[in-house]
Nanobody, 115 residues
Framework: QVQLVESEGGLVRPGGPLRLSCAAS????????MGWYRQAPGEERDMVAT???????TYVDSVKGRFTISLDFTTTSVVLQMDSLKPEDTAVYCC?????????WGQGTQVTVSS
């Protein structure tokens, strides 16, 4: 059983930055992958960025060059630095973690990009 605690999202203007963090607590087993998914109203939840336990990142094409994911190996925390935000980035962002014993999801936080 792993709990994921996410930082708050918020309202940002197009082109602005926002930083999301997620910390794992509870029974922390060997991590396979950790990252962020997002879901806009009426749309499917899609992967945004993930990082493996080995530190290898993966990004959806639409955020490459704008978002950066990083992993703190000692605390099992993941940070998503979002820059040059666009209105189409607006969504509920959820932290995700997978280990040898299962999956965990954060409760989700709203990110709105609008002027």
């Amino acid at each position: 059983q792993v709990q994921l605690v996410e930082s708050e999202g918020g309202l940002v203007r197009p082109g602005g930055p926002l930083r999301l963090s997620c910390a794992a607590s509870g029974y922390i087993w060997s991590m396979h992958v950790m990252g962020w998914y997002r879901q806009a109203p009426g749309e499917e939840r899609d992967m945004v960025a993930t990082v493996t336990g080995g530190g290898n990142p993966t990004y959806v094409d639409s955020v490459k060059g704008r978002f950066t994911i990083s992993l703190d190996f000692t605390t099992t925390s993941v940070v998503l630095q979002m820059d040059s935000l666009k209105p189409e980035d607006t969504a509920v962002y959820c932290c995700y973690r997978r280990s040898v014993v299962g999956e965990s999801w954060g409760q989700g936080t709203q990110v709105t990009v609008s002027s």
